[in-house]
T-cell receptor, first 113, second 115 residues
Framework: GNSVTQMEGPVTLSEEAFLTINCTYTATGYPSLFWYVQYPGEGLQLLLKATKADDKGSNKGFEATYRKETTSFHLEKGSVQVSDSAVYFCALSDNTGGFKTIFGAGTRLFVKA | GAGVSQSPSNKVTEKGKDVELRCDPISGHTALYWYRQRLGQGLEFLIYFQGNSAPDKSGLPSDRFSAERTGESVSTLTIQRTQQEDSAVYLC?????????????FGPGTRLTVT
């Protein structure tokens, strides 16, 4: 079945450091891939998405590229801020899989000033 | 505009009691989803609705769990004879269409504690 694996946290960085959160997936079809973010005390919200191979999703300085050859969708940001501290979830949704959305376990990011 | 709302925000119940959790999706969203998030873990998919139809109930953890939806509106998730392992945050989300690429909008969740 479909699955998502993302790097374990927590990840602790200093402000302006480079961020990478790894995400790999297993899917039988051609899934859409997402990164959702959960800021402290808030609900999950979509950060970015990509719907086909080689697409790059981007938002708020974050980027992720849909790599079908490596089944990956790693999240990157060139210079993190304290306000980026949150839990990040990688997810996939496959129309052929009954519309279930599969989420990774989440990676908590702490950014220090 | 109004987002997805859930009630109650917190529920403490005794083991063996029944609980009902409510989700109000964004108006006009045809698809609705329920998830469970245990402490420190990812989201566990429970069930989705297209309109008021739930084609796949295989994600529900046991027959103590059931869900229904009225038209393209409110949904309720009912847990009968609650157990301590049911303690979690229950999240509801809605999307415009039931389509893989569609963004899901999440509610704030209901934190359920079974004592």
């Amino acid at each position: 079945g479909n699955s998502v694996t993302q790097m374990e946290g927590p990840v602790t960085l200093s402000e302006e450091a480079f961020l990478t959160i790894n995400c790999t997936y297993t899917a039988t079809g051609y899934p859409s891939l997402f990164w959702y973010v959960q800021y402290p005390g808030e609900g999950l919200q979509l950060l970015l998405k990509a719907t086909k191979a080689d697409d790059k999703g981007s938002n708020k300085g974050f980027e992720a590229t849909y790599r079908k050859e490596t089944t990956s969708f790693h999240l990157e940001k060139g210079s993190v801020q304290v306000s980026d501290s949150a839990v990040y979830f990688c997810a996939l949704s496959d129309n052929t899989g009954g519309f279930k959305t599969i989420f990774g376990a989440g990676t908590r990011l702490f950014v220090k000033a | 505009g109004a987002g997805v709302s859930q009630s109650p925000s917190n529920k403490v119940t005794e083991k063996g009691k029944d609980v009902e959790l409510r989700c109000d999706p964004i108006s006009g969203h045809t698809a609705l989803y329920w998830y469970r998030q245990r402490l420190g873990q990812g989201l566990e998919f429970l069930i989705y609705f297209q309109g008021n139809s739930a084609p796949d109930k295989s994600g529900l953890p046991s027959d103590r769990f059931s869900a229904e939806r009225t038209g393209e509106s409110v949904s309720t998730l009912t847990i009968q004879r609650t157990q301590q392992e049911d303690s979690a945050v229950y999240l509801c989300a809605s999307s415009l269409y039931l389509q893989g690429a569609n963004e899901q909008y999440f509610g704030p969740g209901t934190r359920l504690t079974v004592t």
